[in-house]
């Protein structure tokens, strides 16, 4: 195995690749996002696992609110005035703070029924001139239902809680200072509601958030798909001109030679007929196939496509152009490159192209760019690197290209089995596009004069 081989998975990606997922790796990324999306998912999967255990625990709370005064109080309300408490049984505390306190663990469940069962019971209590701490429970259920509930039932229940603690204040247990109490109690309910719509609003964002997130992220793979396919079918059409024009050479040598051998009365004048017409079916069904693969297009582009597809000797010509535009080229070559086919030759070039372009588009014309291209044993290895963004300039990334050209260097490396290396330089500047093609050696040519068997 090569080196370049052993190095393919640590390919990275610039400019022309995909861009890092804009979906949750950069929302976790964000100092404040991140901090709440992480505890989101904390509770989710707590409350996922164990979804009794928060119910429990509140359900814990209220009672352990409520329990030291149901023992030890003395009678007395929240604004210091004594109630009725002490002309009523004990059991008959102990039931209204039951039923206060029990129905919390369906809060989450059934959050209408669970408050008017609350409130009903907390107007019962206040109609016997009695003040209980677990009366609390009732704020509890006001807030799950303006978090979780719906809200048209919330603004009945905010009404009917509106009416249910003036009612209580100013008739139906006696308070000194009825006015205090009932902006107090009016102002617990206020705050329980806001907080309750504060967080139904904040999930009702994260929930947003996370499926934008997700569809960023459909989206950038879908992109990256399309890309890839559009790459193939571009390298689909290519194919088809240079082993279409090659058919139409062996189709063209075996009728002439079938001519030639029926001339002679050899038996081989069938065999290279039968040769002929194998050819042009192979030729019609590629005909057929780019039928299918081209979409439509203009004279001007089908003109183009018509013409000699580039191979080594056009890779002159497209750096004289690149230098014209302000990038300093060296190119340099290694080996006998005329001997490898049309098609070795084309994703050579298409590679040397995309790598070029990738460094004017990314580095800028005041940087230099290295091409080298080899032939060995077996291997053509395609090198471009170049001296990265000289200094005091702005590098010009743009974090929305679609990745069309490395994606277009790795699916044509991927046609000889190659392997694509791009990121940056082990200098730190500058960055280097590395691409190692497996290429069966060529057949010799025949001599002149020389016959098959």
Known sequence: MSPHRAAAPADTTRGTAAPPSPGFDAAWAHPLLGRLLRDRSRRQRLDRRHPWLLDTAVVLI???????????????????????????????LFAFTAALVVPLWWRRKAPA?????IASVSLAQWSLGIWLPA???????????????????????????????????????????????????LGTMTAAVAVGLTLRIRGMYMEALEDRARRLEVEQDQRVRLTAAAERSRVAREMHDIVGHNLSVMVSVADGAAILAAGRNERSAEALRILGDTGRQAMSELRRVLGVLREERGHEEGARMLSPQPG?????????????????VTYRTVGDLDALSSGVQLTVYRVVQEALTNTLKHAGTGAAAEVTVAIDAGEV????????????????????DPGHGLVGIRQRAAMYGGTVIAGPRDTGHGWLVDVVLDVPSAPAPQAPGEHLP
Do not use: C, K, M, N
């Not at 690197?385 to 990334?397: Q, W």
């Open 135 to 185: 009366g609390i429970a009732a704020l509890i259920a006001l807030y799950t239902l303006a978090r979780t509930g719906s809200l048209r039932v919330l603004g009945w229940a905010v009404a009917l809680t509106v009416v249910e603690l003036l009612l209580a204040v100013f008739v139906l247990v006696p308070v000194e200072h009825p006015v205090v109490g009932g902006f107090f109690l």
């Open 381 to 400: 290895r395609i090198r471009v690197a170049d001296t990265g963004v000289p200094p005091g300039a702005s590098p010009r990334a743009r974090h929305d």
């Open 312 to 328: 080594i000797r056009d890779l002159d010509p497209l750096l004289a152009r690149v230098r014209a535009a302000g990038l300093a």
């Open 113 to 117: 029924v669970t408050y008017f069962v």
């Open 62 to 92: 209220v009672v352990l609110i409520a329990l030291p005064d149901l023992i030890w109080g003395h009678g007395s309300s929240p604004f210091g005035d004594t109630d009725a408490r002490d002309r009523l049984p004990a059991g008959v």
